[in-house]
């Protein structure tokens, strides 16, 4: 199956400064079937990301998506207080779909 | 607009089979590419993806667990259903079904909550 895995853990960062969070999968994902979800206490994953750099429906454009084969990010620019979150990246290219560990935005 | 509801059991004991149904709208699972799919969460865990169903009936599982589910739908009934045999307490947490386009799970229910013990 194709693993990923997120970096960093946890990122500790004010409101207003810029998050860079990275997934990386153990083989290439196919047409960059790639997606990032948030995710809050509490609450059901929403969808960010897919195709590795499409904003879903009513996204802000200060969440941004990159990469390719192996290696991607999802930035986030200008954080809000209401972004502050765990943060998911998931391969849907090949069967397991599997998903990274997490990364945890949180509040410095 | 997509909507789905999971519904089931909060507790079960452990050996026991769990069948947790996804109640849906705003979707047909009769319509091209259109699939859904369950994915848990362990208390303070990642996601993990558990099973797919597509709409021609094309039926995906997670390796680890594949012995142990089974995953069908009621088109006239907009549901889906997955059963989980011989339950465990590591089996615990929150189970979510959601909304397939394609292979991208693009909306999701609230998620209900299952507690393995006796």
């Known amino acids: 199956e194709n693993v990923l895995t997120q970096s960093p853990g946890t990122l500790s960062l004010s409101p207003g400064a810029s998050a860079s969070l990275s997934c990386r999968a153990s083989q290439g994902v196919g047409n960059n079937y790639l997606a990032w979800y948030q995710q809050k206490p509490g609450q059901a994953p929403r969808l960010l990301i897919y195709?590795?750099?499409s904003r879903a429906t009513g996204i802000p454009d200060r969440f941004s998506g990159s990469g390719s084969g192996t290696d991607f990010t999802l930035t986030v620019s200008r954080l809000e207080p209401e972004d502050f979150a765990v943060y998911y990246c998931?391969?849907?290219?090949?069967?397991?779909?599997?998903f990274g560990q997490g990364t945890k935005v949180e509040l410095k | 607009q997509i909507t789905l509801k999971e519904s089931g059991p909060t507790l079960v004991k452990p050996t026991q089979t769990l069948t947790l149904t996804c109640t849906f709208s705003?979707?047909?699972?009769?319509?091209?590419?259109?699939?859904v799919g369950w994915i848990r969460q362990p208390p303070g865990k990642a996601l993990e993806w558990l099973a797919f169903i597509y709409w021609d009936d094309d039926k995906q599982y997670s390796p680890s667990l594949k012995s142990r589910l089974t995953i069908t739908k009621d088109t006239s009934k907009n549901q889906v259903v997955l059963t989980m045999t011989n339950m465990d307490p590591v089996d615990t947490g929150t189970y979510f079904c959601a909304h397939g386009s394609g292979w991208l799970m693009d909306v999701w229910g609230k998620g209900t909550t299952v507690t393995v013990s006796s």
């Open positions: 195709n590795a750099s």
């Open positions: 998931q391969q849907y290219a090949t069967s397991p779909w599997t």
């Open positions: 705003g979707f047909s699972l009769s319509t091209n590419a259109v699939g």
